[in-house]
């Protein structure tokens, strides 16, 4: 039996998963992390923190099962997007991670835009803050003193690759989130590197996800009980790890991913830019294939915000008082805005905020609870409203993230889409198991063993369309539009 690690640093922990060449996920750990707002727009987090949470779950595999990590033969990662770590002499850290929900670059993202009118092409995507390359402008004009200091840049997954393996290595699905790749070519862009100041040699190297992009050290092999040779996949991004993960490898095969943030991937055969709609296109973490996305800052993290602002004991505690509300209760609740750290698609507006619009002395926690959900289904059908004006078709979603363990809220994103969404045992893995496997196709697995869905636990055919759900999204939509203003205020 082999075994392969995935290793997947989120925004708000990191996890582990023990995978075996049978497909038996033989077990993970999870360690938490903080995420620093000094500022309005900002979001950071320490790179130290990163790599003491990922010590602390391999450490706690390697205590608990000593027989397994003795047989793995892989290592993948897959990682939050977009953020910059900046490495100075020895590779010291300058400062603080800019994460990808970080709102600060949003006159640097026009000032690009205005500077190289062919970089949505190139890069596939409009210029928006969260992506890497307007926080290093930003810094550039901001910090001098640490830009000035930069020898590297690598994004936070690839940051971990360093310290596993001290090499600095990205790859494609990751890199095309910086705006600095040529995403067509799937190869760093002189001419958008220029547009920051940066030169190639302070780039990582490039290899395809399923590819071999360094080993472990041996000192740490040691610590964790592992072979002495043990390779890192390149990896993916998370997104681009999830889709490996669920199967999502073929075109027309997509995904609803409830994390910390959402988003709706599709996989598609050649590069296919729409940037006008504020759609996303990337490498997939896999050889000669692509894939469209739409992204909303905020899903998950909504209802943790909610079941806090209420006082619930957790998460589970609000589904369940929200589960119980009648059909006219939630057709009276105030409509939601998920707008809590931005918005990229389809407004990719930094500034725009959450809203629950309608209050009154009659709602309660679970009334609020209930809008959260339904506000962040909206924003998903506003996202595959921009798919579907790119020329993207689905039939059907997986749905994984943390946010599919709700049976109401996977229900509700049905009759939101009029999409059938399936759930899969073991989808809250996500990036973890798709980095797992992305190890286990650079040790030589073949993709069609190795890249197959997960048993679906659930099928969820949506009700046929609803007048007052239609009406809802109406005024979910014209309560941006009529807010708009405001937000730059």
């Not at 640490?146 to 890199?175: N, Q, T, Y």
């Not at 909303?296 to 589970?316: F, I, N, P, Y």
Request: charged share 15%; glycine share 10%.
């Amino acid at each position: 039996m082999s075994c392969y690690l995935g290793i997947d640093l989120g925004t708000s922990e990191v996890k582990v998963l023990l995978l075996d060449d049978q497909h038996q996920r033989l077990a993970t750990a999870a360690h938490p992390l903080g995420l620093s707002r000094p500022v309005p727009l900002w979001a950071e987090q320490n790179p130290a923190d990163w790599w003491q949470a990922c010590c602390a779950a391999l450490d706690e595999l390697a205590a608990s099962y000593p027989q397994f990590m003795a047989r793995v033969r892989g290592i993948g990662l897959s990682g939050q997007m977009h953020g910059a770590v900046l490495l100075g002499e020895g590779d010291a850290v300058l400062r603080p991670a800019i994460l990808w929900n970080d709102g600060r670059s949003q006159a640097e993202c026009q000032e690009m835009m205005d500077e190289c009118p062919a970089l949505a092409q190139i890069a596939g995507n409009l210029a928006m803050p969260g992506f890497t390359a307007p926080k290093l402008r930003w810094l550039a004009k901001h910090e001098p003193a640490v830009f000035a200091a930069i020898h590297s840049v690598l994004l936070p997954k690839d940051w971990l690759r360093l310290k596993l393996s001290g090499e600095k290595v990205s790859e494609m699905s990751d890199a095309a989130g910086t705006l600095w790749l040529d995403v067509a070519q799937r190869d760093w862009s002189d001419e958008l590197l220029a547009l920051c100041g940066l030169t190639r040699a302070q780039m990582p190297c490039l290899v395809e996800g399923s590819e071999v992009s360094a080993r472990l050290l041996p000192a740490l092999a040691a610590r964790w009980g592992l072979p002495s040779e043990v390779l890192i996949a390149g990896g993916g991004g998370d997104n681009a790890a999830s889709a490996v993960g669920i199967g999502a490898v073929q075109p027309g095969a997509g995904f609803l991913s409830l994390g910390t943030s959402g988003v709706l991937f599709v996989v598609n055969d050649a590069f296919r830019p729409n940037p006008q709609s504020a759609v996303h296109a990337f490498c997939h973490a896999l050889p000669g294939r692509w894939h469209q996305m739409s992204v909303m800052l905020s899903a998950a993290s909504c209802l943790k915000w909610v079941t806090q602002l209420t006082g619930r004991v957790d998460e589970a505690a609000l589904l369940a008082e929200v589960a119980q509300l009648d059909v006219a209760a939630r057709e009276a609740a105030p409509i939601f805005l998920p707008y809590l750290s931005g918005e990229r698609t389809p407004h990719n507006d930094p500034h725009a905020q959450g809203v629950f619009f309608g209050l009154g002395f009659t709602h309660a926690g679970a009334d609020l609870g209930w809008s959260v959900l339904e506000g962040v289904a909206f924003a998903f059908r506003d996202g595959l409203a921009a798919l579907q004006s790119a020329g993207t078709r689905v039939a059907q979603l997986s749905l994984v993230g943390g946010g599919a363990r709700s049976a109401l809220w996977a229900q509700l994103l049905a009759d939101v889409l009029q999409t059938e969404i399936v759930t899969h045992a073991g989808g809250e893995a996500g990036g973890a198991l798709g980095a797992a496997r992305l190890a286990w196709l650079a040790d030589g697995g073949e993709e069609t063993r190795v890249c197959v869905a997960p048993p679906v636990a659930e099928r969820v055919i949506p009700a046929p369309p609803n007048a007052s759900l239609e009406s809802r999204y109406q005024r979910f939509r014209a309560l941006y539009a009529a807010l708009k203003s405001e937000f730059q205020c």
